[in-house]
């Protein structure tokens, strides 16, 4: 059963995933505005799993997933999904 906190994570994920769909469809490639938006928006998604991976981890672990926490980028942008 997913919590409240686990509900707000996917939503910004959804959010984070649409954003990244709709700068790579855009014709003509991207702008350097948009290629820095595409980069942000990539590593908040890395942030995102992984914090999310934490949680559901440490739920599974008996842990309080409220102790999650989100990582900083150069610990996270190179995982693989």
Do not use: F
């Not at 769909?21 to 938006?37: C, K, Q, W, Y």
């Not at 928006?41 to 440490?58: G, H, I, K, S």
């Amino acid at each position: 059963m997913t919590d409240s906190a686990e509900n707000d994570i996917m939503a910004t994920i959804r959010g984070l995933i649409d954003e990244e769909h709709a700068l790579r469809s855009t014709s003509g490639g991207l702008d350097p505005s948009e290629r820095s938006r595409m980069k942000e928006v990539e590593r908040a998604l890395d942030q995102c799993w992984d914090l999310l991976r934490q949680r559901r981890a440490r739920s599974e672990a008996g842990q309080d997933p409220d102790e999650a926490r989100t990582r900083p980028v150069s610990e996270v942008e190179n995982y693989r999904q």
